[in-house]
């Protein structure tokens, strides 16, 4: 007998049993649909996703995109979505900033700073995410002064209505920048960043930032000590060193397991409904849901993009880890 007959013949009771457990369980969700179709059908109540075509007939306080009560639940889930992207994207830009910056100051030699940034990782990597988030909403952004008291600051206003940051307008044929500006009891012009929003970035991004700091420590401390003595030994010492020298080599190990924590933040998001801020779970998970009835598509649509979502953040990484080992070996 050959010996791929007989590796066949040995594995083949494996193959068959796996076989039959698939069948088993296409059969059960074969099953599980119909009979939910047919309760479905029985209770008169609508399937499928031709709500999505409906009048949303709702307002979103905060839409990246035209919407109005007019518009349809699907351009509802389009502004849901754009929501919480914002939202993953100012944490991952504002956690990752915080958290190099942590640390290279945990490696320093300034005890100091390295107390300080041992402090903050293990201070805010213990306590709960959604307490920091209420912190943060309900403790801080409630006590700012109201509109017509704004803190100013570079052409930025920031009040309990949210922070208000100059913002590109095009005007007459040319492009100017439009400042954020009180009047009354509101503020014309700028873009305003809702305070549900400051308060869900800054819990998200400070929370994290305490795991990426430890995961970018590990990463540096990784990189041969001999790398940062080449650097001195061209000239490059301190900051330049560390950013052009240690900083590439060390992302390319760091970035892996950082990706993990990125998706994490991500998922995280979802914790926007407890303080009102319109992303996918508030406005798909809770609105729509409410006001079709149809909960199994409106939470399989949530599912489907965090899903997305979190999927593109590790194709994002896995590229952007693939350009620095390319970089390497050049």
Same mark, same amino acid.
């Given at each position: 007998?050959?010996?791929?007959?007989?590796?066949?013949?040995?594995?083949?009771?494996?193959?068959?049993?796996?076989?039959?457990?698939?069948?088993?369980?296409?059969?059960?969700?074969?099953?599980?649909?119909?009979?939910?179709?047919?309760?479905?059908?029985?209770?008169?109540? $609508?399937? =499928? @996703?031709?709500?999505?075509? /409906?009048? +949303?007939?709702?307002?979103?306080?905060? #839409? %990246?995109?035209?919407?109005? *009560?007019?518009?349809?639940?699907?351009?509802?889930?389009?502004?849901?979505?754009?929501?919480?992207?914002?939202?993953?994207?100012?944490?991952?830009?504002?956690?990752?900033?915080?958290?190099?910056?942590?640390?290279?100051?945990?490696?320093?030699?300034?005890?100091?700073?390295?107390?300080?940034?041992?402090?903050?990782?293990?201070?805010?990597?213990?306590?709960?995410?959604?307490?920091?988030?209420?912190?943060?909403?309900?403790?801080?952004?409630?006590?700012?002064?109201?509109?017509?008291?704004?803190?100013?600051?570079?052409?930025?206003?920031?009040?309990?209505?949210?922070?208000?940051?100059?913002?590109?307008?095009?005007?007459?044929?040319?492009?100017?920048?439009?400042?954020?500006? $009180?009047? =009354? @009891?509101?503020?014309?012009? /700028?873009? +305003?960043?809702?305070?549900?929003?400051? #308060? %869900?970035?800054?819990?998200? *991004?400070?929370?994290?930032?305490?795991?990426?700091?430890?995961?970018?420590?590990?990463?540096?401390?990784?990189?041969?000590?001999?790398?940062?003595?080449?650097?001195?030994?061209?000239?490059?010492?301190?900051?330049?060193?560390?950013?052009?020298?240690?900083?590439?080599?060390?992302?390319?190990?760091?970035?892996?397991?950082?990706?993990?924590?990125?998706?994490?933040?991500?998922?995280?998001?979802?914790?926007?409904?407890?303080?009102?801020?319109?992303?996918?779970?508030?406005?798909?998970?809770?609105?729509?849901?409410?006001?079709?009835?149809?909960?199994?598509?409106?939470?399989?649509?949530?599912?489907?993009?965090?899903?997305?979502?979190?999927?593109?953040?590790?194709?994002?990484?896995?590229?952007?880890?693939?350009?620095?080992?390319?970089?390497?070996?050049?």
């Amino acid at each position: 007998m050959s010996p791929s007959r007989a590796l066949l013949r040995e594995r083949l009771p494996g193959y068959a049993g796996q076989a039959v457990l698939l069948g088993v369980v296409a059969w059960l969700a074969w099953h599980g649909i119909a009979n939910f179709r047919a309760n479905l059908a029985q209770l008169h109540i $609508a399937s =499928g @996703f031709d709500f999505l075509r /409906g009048q +949303a007939g709702f307002e979103i306080a905060q #839409a %990246l995109v035209p919407f109005a *009560a007019g518009s349809t639940y699907l351009d509802a889930v389009v502004v849901a979505t754009l929501n919480t992207l914002l939202v993953v994207a100012l944490s991952v830009l504002l956690g990752t900033g915080a958290a190099l910056l942590v640390a290279f100051g945990r490696l320093t030699e300034q005890p100091l700073v390295r107390a300080a940034c041992t402090v903050y990782v293990e201070v805010f990597r213990n306590i709960p995410l959604l307490l920091q988030i209420f912190f943060w909403y309900y403790s801080v952004l409630a006590l700012l002064p109201p509109v017509a008291d704004s803190l100013h600051a570079g052409g930025m206003l920031l009040n309990n209505r949210g922070l208000f940051l100059p913002w590109p307008h095009w005007s007459e044929g040319s492009l100017a920048l439009e400042r954020p500006v $009180a009047e =009354g @009891f509101n503020v014309a012009g /700028g873009v +305003a960043l809702l305070p549900e929003l400051v #308060a %869900l970035t800054l819990g998200l *991004a400070i929370y994290n930032s305490a795991f990426l700091a430890e995961i970018f420590r590990a990463g540096i401390q990784s990189v041969p000590r001999g790398q940062s003595e080449a650097a001195a030994s061209v000239g490059l010492t301190g900051a330049r060193a560390a950013w052009l020298v240690v900083l590439p080599q060390a992302l390319r190990l760091a970035l892996p397991p950082a990706a993990g924590q990125y998706q994490s933040l991500a998922k995280a998001s979802s914790l926007a409904a407890a303080i009102g801020y319109p992303d996918i779970m508030q406005i798909v998970g809770g609105t729509v849901l409410s006001q079709t009835s149809q909960a199994l598509e409106a939470m399989t649509l949530v599912v489907v993009l965090y899903a997305a979502i979190n999927l593109a953040i590790a194709l994002a990484v896995n590229l952007a880890n693939r350009r620095l080992l390319r970089r390497q070996l050049r």
